[in-house]
Structure formats: C-alpha cells, structure tokens
C-alpha cells in the first residue's frame, strides 16, 4: 500500500522484452526509498511493481502483458522518467490517500493553465472510471495522490501547486500525453456494495 506522496524521479535505463513480458531496470538516482531488497515493491508511476535485482542505485522489476496493457508502460521507453514511491510502513504518515499500486486505466492530459503559481490540469479518464471520480475526492494520476476539483463527464481538474510540478514526472507531462489512472479504492468498493459495478 502507498500514499501517493511521490519520493523522487527515476529513470528507465534498461527495457528487455521475452515472451510479452518486459523487464525495465531502473536508476532511482538520488531518490532516498531506503533500503531496497529483491522482493520489495516500489510504486513506479502508480504502478506496484516487484525488485527482482537490485545493484547500488538501480533495480529491475517485471512487468506483464496485461500491466503493458493497462499502464502507459507500453509506451514508456529507456531514457523515461517515472515517479518512485516506497510503500507504506508501520508509523508512517499518511499524507496522501490509499493507494494500492493497481492502475485502472489510462488517462490524458487535456488542458494545462498557469494560474498564479500554481497550475490547473485537466484530465480525461476513461469512460468506465469516470463516475467514481468525484469532487474532493482523490484520484493516483502516475502515483501522484491528487484532490479532484471539478468533475464534467469524463473529464476532472486538479490543481497543481509548484512542489509537486516539480519533483514528479508532471514537470515534463504535456498535453496530450497519457497518464496511469487509480481510482479511490473506497470508491471502489462503496459502488460495488451499492450494485453499481
């Protein structure tokens, strides 16, 4: 389980594909995830993803087909800056919300718009996401815990202050880039104890 509360950029240094699976090593330069061990999870992007090796600053992880699916993975490529995030541990604060490391789907950047020193994005989510995203509610944008604004259709605004442009992957996001996707997972399952999933 993670927070949403980005720790620091990685980069994509590796990316070997077998049998429609990939394996993606990743630098986390000066990131401080503590101490990583092979078996560990890390939310890279949003996405939970397991150390399979792990050597100095870098580690590998698999990813399968349908996570290539499901994520903007399958088209990331080396050089490609991800958001890193260690889970969660006892003691912890939670500053952002619950999220799980499970994308739900992918996104896109609609509109970007300074306004004092922060900035407005607009995103558009995927039409079978879209009625769980509310009002101040919470939405994972690339493992970034983020409080919606507004909602319209399947569109939502969040306001972005200039810390968080900063030091996660929305620095270099632009429109019409596509973004991983996590609902709240309370959301999640008030609809489906309601029935409406």
Not at 8 to 36: C, E, H, S
Not at 79 to 93: C, F, K, W, Y
């Amino acid at each position: 389980m993670f927070t949403g509360i980005v720790k620091g950029l990685g980069t994509i240094v590796d990316q070997q594909t077998q049998d429609g699976d990939t394996r993606l090593t990743i630098d986390i330069g000066d990131t401080d995830l503590g101490p990583i061990a092979v078996g560990d999870s890390i939310a890279v992007s949003g996405v939970c993803l397991t150390a399979t090796e792990v050597d100095g600053s870098r580690f590998a992880a698999d990813v399968s087909k349908e996570t290539l699916s499901l994520t903007t993975f399958g088209e990331r490529s080396v050089g490609s800056s991800v958001n890193l995030e260690a889970p969660l541990r006892a003691g912890d604060p939670l500053g952002g919300h619950m999220v799980a490391g499970h994308a739900d789907g992918i996104g896109v950047l609609e509109e970007m718009v300074a306004d004092a020193r922060s900035w407005r994005l607009t995103f558009s989510a995927p039409k079978h996401l879209a009625h769980y995203i509310a009002p101040k509610g919470s939405v994972a944008v690339d493992g970034i815990s983020l409080t919606v604004n507004e909602v319209a259709g399947r569109r939502f605004g969040v306001n972005i202050i200039p810390h968080t442009m900063h030091h996660t992957s929305l620095g270099a996001t632009r429109i019409g880039d596509r973004v991983n996707i996590e609902i709240d997972i309370i959301a999640r399952y008030l609809a489906r104890i309601a029935g409406h999933e």
